[in-house]
C-alpha cells in the first residue's frame, strides 16, 4: 500500500507561479513511475507528466516549458513547479504513484488561475 498527499494548490493569477508537493509513505520502495494528473470541469482526467525511478520525465505538450515535475526521495516528496499559468490551467491536480501491481492516487489538491 502507498499513501499519498498533494498540497500547494490555491488561487494564482494569470502569470503567476504555483508549487505543489505529493508525499508519499507507506510501500514507497516498490513505487516504479509517479505523475502528476489533472481534472477540470467537465472533462476528463488527463496526465500532466510523469517521472521514473531514473528521474526521467516527460509532460504533455501544453504544458511543456510551463512545469517541472521533481522528486526529493530524501523526503519521499514529488513536486510540479507551475510557471506561466493560464487560466486553462484551473483543475484538480493528483499525483499517482505506479508500482508495479497497483496504481495508488492522492486525493487532489485545487489550482484556479484567475483574475
Known amino acids: 500500500q502507498v499513501q499519498l498527499v498533494e498540497s500547494g494548490g490555491g488561487l494564482v493569477q494569470p502569470g503567476g507561479s504555483l508549487k505543489l508537493s505529493c508525499a508519499a509513505s507507506?510501500?514507497?520502495?516498490?513505487?516504479?513511475?509517479m505523475g502528476w494528473y489533472r481534472q477540470a470541469p467537465g472533462k476528463q482526467r488527463e496526465l500532466v507528466g510523469s517521472i521514473n525511478n531514473l528521474e526521467h520525465t516527460n509532460y504533455v505538450d501544453s504544458v511543456k516549458g510551463r512545469f517541472t515535475i521533481s522528486r526529493d526521495n530524501a523526503k519521499n516528496t514529488m513536486y510540479l513547479q507551475m510557471n506561466s499559468l493560464k487560466p486553462e490551467d484551473t483543475a484538480v491536480y493528483y499525483c499517482?504513484?505506479?508500482?508495479?501491481?497497483?496504481?495508488?492516487w492522492g486525493q487532489g489538491t485545487q489550482v484556479t488561475v484567475s483574475s
Open positions: 499517482k504513484a505506479n508500482t508495479p501491481w497497483e496504481g495508488y
Open positions: 507507506g510501500s514507497i520502495f516498490q513505487i516504479n513511475v
